[in-house]
């Protein structure tokens, strides 16, 4: 288990596959409208299956990751991606690391101590529409055959 950082504010960019955000700082990326001091915590909705409670909270520190968590999450409203502070221990998320890409590129992690909201980034870019429709097909072709699994 891993123990929380200060993450740090910095300057946004568009999103980069494995690329590290920056050093400490977590992510979050959801259509929940929070606000600084906010906590998200375990026992809530799932952002990607409707009526499936979470026994985590999932957070990444690479702003690719957090762009498809704000693009893909289920919901009205435009994406959003926070700056979290994890307030207990944390772990790798195995739903990226153990089953699609091992060793963990993406920074992807998961807990069940609640997260606070320590900022938003308000000027990111997100995927190109092509990408963004090609992950929408890829997931409805996994639902299809019964293999859109969530570790949780």
Avoid: C
Avoid at 61 to 77: F, R, S
Avoid at 126 to 148: F, Q, V
């Amino acid at each position: 288990m891993r123990t929380a950082r200060v993450p740090e504010v910095s300057e946004t960019r568009a999103p980069i596959p494995f690329e590290i955000y920056r050093e400490g700082a977590y992510l979050h990326g959801t259509k929940a409208a929070l606000a600084v001091g906010d906590l998200l915590v375990a026992g809530r909705e799932s952002n990607y299956e409707a009526g499936r409670l979470m026994n985590y909270i999932y957070f990444t520190e690479t702003l690719d990751a957090a762009v498809w968590g704000a693009e893909l999450a289920q919901g009205e409203g435009p994406g959003r991606i926070y700056l979290v502070e994890p307030t207990g221990e944390f772990e790798d998320d195995p739903n990226v690391t153990d089953k699609k890409l091992p060793g963990n590129p993406t920074r992807s992690y998961r807990s069940r101590e609640p997260l606070r909201v320590v900022g938003e980034i308000t000027d990111w870019t997100g995927h190109d529409p092509e990408r963004l429709r090609a992950m929408h097909d890829g997931l409805a072709a996994l639902r299809a055959r019964g293999e859109a699994v969530i570790y949780d």
